[in-house]
């Protein structure tokens, strides 16, 4: 059985950063590779900015009476 205090340290190494064209290459082949996913996504998105957009214009405006 040895010892802890003998032990040589355990050391951690600092994780790699990426860096902004590596993010971008990587982002766009994860699109790429998963086509009907992001499609999906995409049309998530615009619906919903559509019902926000829609969903505000709807609202009366201040001071108008309620017909």
Known sequence: MTD????TPIRFSSPRTMNFS????TSASSLWAHKLRSVLS???VV?????A???????PKPG???S
């Not at 802890?4 to 032990?7: A, H, L, N, P």
């Open 4 to 7: 802890v205090s003998t032990s």
């Open 22 to 25: 590596e993010a971008v290459v």
């Open 42 to 44: 995409l049309i998530g």
């Open 47 to 51: 619906i919903g900015l559509a019902t």
């Open 53 to 59: 957009i829609t969903a505000m214009k709807r609202q």
């Open 64 to 66: 108008t009476a309620l």
